[in-house]
């Protein structure tokens, strides 16, 4: 039976994008696979990208774009594919609409948590100072900070098939189940994070990027309220 965690990672994050052969070659020359050859950046240079990242989301109060997602579930050779539209505003709402799988959302409001899977009329709904909000996301919802939660090195986006970027490859300070690698593109220019890969133990690797990201517009409030289809069963872990 999956945990509470692993739901919301498999269907707010894991439910991905078909894997082509240049972005599985990628991924699987990440610093977690990397040969002796790709050398990380200078302690100082890896904070100054730390710190600019932060400083970026620190004064985001919104957030909006389009995603595609990437999964490959390793043991199986198994690609998977999704996309649809994510919503974030501070402190701590979300809200991710699927276009495919058709119907899934994902839904905070900041004190309660919904994942919605449409095929199976199912939603898993928790409080949120119960669950576990994805360390990946969470400073983009204004929960906590990047330094606090991961070790890092960087790599220049040359050696990582991310020109024009850099990458951040981030170590959990605390052992997690979910994963044991989270890889942030960021981009130069802007300091954003253009795109995010989790690896877990066993190699399985969910990637999303965002597209058309926008920034500190209007939000409305709705967006964070979901009520499911009537005959939904609701699940609480």
């Known amino acids: 039976m999956r945990s509470w965690s692993s739901v919301i990672l498999a269907v707010a994050l ?10 599985e070659a990628q991924a699987q ?5 990397a040969p002796p050859q790709l050398a990380a950046q200078s302690p100082a240079a890896t904070q100054a990208v730390v710190d600019k990242v932060q400083a970026f989301y620190d004064k985001t109060s919104t957030f909006q774009s389009d995603f595609q997602q990437e999964y490959l579930v390793k043991a199986y050779n198994q690609r998977k594919s999704s996309h649809g539209r994510v919503t974030m505003m501070k402190p701590g709402k979300m809200s991710w609409s699927y276009d495919d799988p058709a119907g899934n959302r994902i839904v905070s409001d900041g004190s309660t948590l919904r994942v919605y899977e449409a095929a199976n009329k199912q939603m898993f709904e928790q409080g949120v100072d119960k669950s576990q909000y994805p360390a990946a996301l969470a400073f983009l919802t204004g929960q906590g900070k990047l330094g606090d939660v991961f070790d890092f090195k960087l790599f220049p986006g040359e050696q990582m098939s991310f020109p024009g970027g850099s990458v951040l490859v981030g170590t959990p300070k605390q052992a997690t189940p979910a994963y044991t690698t989270v890889l942030f593109y960021v981009d130069n220019a802007t300091s954003q994070v253009r795109s995010v890969m989790i690896i877990d133990g ?4 969910n990637k999303f990027v965002f597209n058309n990201p926008k920034v500190n517009e209007p939000v409305s409030a709705n967006e964070f309220h979901f009520t499911p289809p009537p ?5 609480h872990p």
Do not use: E, F, K
């Open 14 to 23: 894991c439910a991905a994008p078909l894997v082509s052969a240049p972005a």
């Open 231 to 235: 005959g939904t069963s609701i699940v």
């Open 29 to 33: 020359n990440t610093p977690a696979n």
């Open 202 to 205: 066993q190699g399985n690797r």
